[in-house]
Each structure stands twice: as C-alpha cells, then as structure tokens.
C-alpha cells in the first residue's frame, strides 16, 4: 500500500508542473503537438526511472560533497541514451525536439528527485517515484499538446478534429499561446485543488 | 554588419527566454523583486559568457579531433557545473562585493538551461567563434531585459487585485505571455532589418 502510494502521488498530489512547478522550459517548447510532448514525456520516463534506481542503489556510496556532481552524470549518461536512440529509432520526432533532448539534463525535476526522494530512499520506492512523477509530467505535456494543437492547427496527433471552416488560431501554436495556456491551465488546477 | 544583426536577431526577435522557451524556471523563480532580478541577470550574462567560450573550445578541440561527439552532453554539463563552482570560488576569493551580490544565484545557474542551451545551439548553427562569443552575449542580455521589465510588471501585480486562483505562477506565466506577444512583434523586423543594413 506505501509503494502504492510512491506511485500514485505524482498522478496528482505532486503533479508536475502543475502542483510542483518545475520543468517549465520543455513543458512549454515542446507542446505546440501532441506528438512531440508524448515523445518528450517518454524520454523523461525513462530518464526519470533509471536514475532515480541508480541512484538511490549507490546512494550510501557516493560522497555527500560530490553527490550533485554525480548525480548530474548519471542523469547525463541516460540522457545521452535517449538522444542516441532516438536519432537512430525516431528521427522525425529527434529533429523536431532538437536542444530539448539533451536539455532533459538540466530539467530540475529529475535533479530534484534525485536530490529529494531517491537519494534517501529503497529501490523499488523510488523506481515507482519515478515512474509516477514521469508518467504524471507525460500526462500534463500531452495535455498542454493536445490544447494547443487543437486549437493552433485543428488536429490532435495529426488528425483533424474540427469542422471545416474553423480558422486555426496562430496565437496557440506560437510562444505566447504557450505561455498564456499553461498559466490559465494552472490557474485551473489551482482553482479545482482548492475546492477538494 | 552581420554581427548587428546577430544581435538584434538575439536580443530581440528569437530572445532566448520569451521565443526560445529557454531558462524559465529562474525566470519565475527570481522575478518578483526588482533587486534579485537584476542580480540574477547579472550572474547569467556573466557565467553564460565563460561557459560559451569554455564549451566552443571543448567541443572543437577535444570532442571533435578525437571522435568522441556523443559525449557532448555529458561533458558539457560537466563543464558548465565545474565553471559555476570555480566562478563563485574565485568570486569569493577576488571579488567579495560581486560574491555578497551574485552568490546565492550562481548555484542555480547549474540548472538553468539557457546557459546549456546557447552552448548547443551554438555548435548546433555552426557559428565561428567571433559569431558563437557575440551570440552567447546577446542572448544573455536578452534573457536579463525580459527578466528585469517582468520584475518591473510583478511588482505592480503585487498590489493589484489578481483572482484568488491565478496569484502566483500563474498570472506570471500568463504576463509573460502578453510580454511574448510584444516581442512576437518583432519577428517581422528580421527581413526589413537585413535589407537596411545590407543597403
């Protein structure tokens, strides 16, 4: 039930960027499709839960001076795996990604958790920890896509979804549309987590 | 010539925080004061500087004779960690005013991606160095203009009657939004600014 629980947080209690505002960059560069926050939020998945295990496996090893340093390698070396992967598996969705691949490094949710959860817990808690806070951040990215494709192109994962003389708005699929949806969006998880 | 339009191109009209989505989290984080906002937007311009210079030279002088590209992520980050540590040990050292003032922001420029982000986009463009310096230098002082009106914005909000649900984050992500807007005026100025100059 307590693992359970490692899981489930980030589904809600913890949920980045909205409840735990971190990891905005990506959140907001990424999102003008659907598409590429998917692809985003699996890369930070799998970067989150592998080192997140790494970490709190070696965790009374490292040094306490030197553990940021090294937390940053670890967390490098993975995302050094994603880019390459996907450069050879998913070339379409690599070039529109561009610099925000290996920008996952510096994306302060995944230091944050190594810093706050995995480095003082179990393995398998924070394996699930990480598995929840990526899953979480996926959900919200694929969100934040969904909205802004719908209504910057009129499509969801390149389908059309609208009638035929809808106008797509401009604004949404360029940065001020980020910045303005994410912030109403977070107004309105402000608003639904005060009332329960 | 080309190198004013370099930099207005990455002052304004592709500014590293409101067009490239790049640093934001410090962007919110230290904004809500005229005072850590211009501190903060010192330590960047400053620290994004060096690990430009730094990262330009590791990238052509070690990564690429030797084959090993793949590492750039690793030692690039590596890099700029080692360049904040040793800044603000130098800074403590030589500098005592600039340390009292910059200190507390130096840690968190670490994990401020608009630092590893100029480093990759200048080996992504394939600037030379001369372009790469101009650039990274640009950029940073567009990230401290956008930084500085927002503390200028923020702290008016402070006193202004916001909705219960939006104070906070969220009306800053909102004004940045309209502060994107203004400077998505730009983006037309990028043609008509090439043809002035090359007249």
């Not at chain 1, 090294?70 to 561009?98: D, H, R």
Request: charged share 10%; with cysteine; aromatic share 10%.
């Amino acid at each position: 039930m307590g693992l359970m629980r490692e899981f489930t947080k980030g589904l809600w209690k913890d949920l980045a960027p909205f409840r735990v505002v971190l990891g905005l960059c990506p959140i907001l560069a990424v999102t003008k499709e659907a598409e590429t926050g998917l692809g985003m939020g699996i890369g930070v998945i799998f970067v989150l839960t592998c080192s997140n295990v790494i970490i709190s496996s070696i965790r009374n090893i490292i040094p306490r001076q030197v553990r940021i340093a090294g937390f940053i390698v670890i967390i490098a070396s993975f995302v050094t795996m994603v880019e390459l992967f996907s450069q050879a598996y998913f070339y379409p969705i690599y070039q529109k990604l561009g610099i925000f691949i290996p920008l996952i490094v510096v994306n302060c949710i995944i230091l944050g958790r190594a810093e706050a959860f995995a480095s003082r817990n179990g393995v398998i808690a924070s394996a699930l920890d990480g598995l929840g806070i990526g899953l979480g951040y996926t959900m919200s990215l694929v969100l934040l896509g969904s909205i802004r494709e719908i209504l910057g192109a009129g499509t969801i994962f390149g389908v059309d979804m609208m009638w035929a003389s809808f106008r797509p708005f401009t604004f949404m699929a360029e940065a001020p549309g980020a910045f303005v949806s994410l912030g109403l969006l977070l107004g309105i998880m402000n608003a639904v987590s005060r009332k329960s | 010539m080309d190198y004013i339009i370099l930099i207005i191109s990455s002052l304004l009209i592709n500014n590293i925080l409101l067009a490239q989505f790049l640093g934001n989290c410090p962007f919110l984080g230290t904004s809500k004061r005229m005072d850590t906002a211009i501190g903060m937007g010192i330590a960047v311009i400053f620290v994004l500087t060096i690990a430009c210079i730094v990262t330009f030279w590791v990238q052509h002088k070690v990564l690429d004779p030797l084959g090993i590209d793949y590492l750039q992520t690793v030692s690039f980050i590596l890099v700029i960690a080692a360049l904040v540590q040793l800044v603000e040990m130098f800074l403590r050292k030589f500098a005592k005013p600039l340390y009292t003032a910059l200190g507390i922001f130096l840690p968190l420029i670490t994990t401020n991606c608009a630092v590893m982000g100029a480093a990759l986009l200048i080996i992504r463009k394939e600037y030379t160095f001369t372009q790469g310096v101009v650039f990274a230098i640009a950029s940073a002082s567009g990230f401290t203009l956008a930084l500085i009106l927002m503390a200028g914005i923020r702290e008016r909000l402070e006193i202004s009657d916001v909705p219960l649900a939006l104070r906070g984050t969220a009306i800053g992500l909102i004004t940045a939004g309209l502060m994107a807007l203004a400077f998505f005026g730009f983006q037309g100025m990028d043609a008509a600014l090439t043809a002035l100059v090359r007249s």
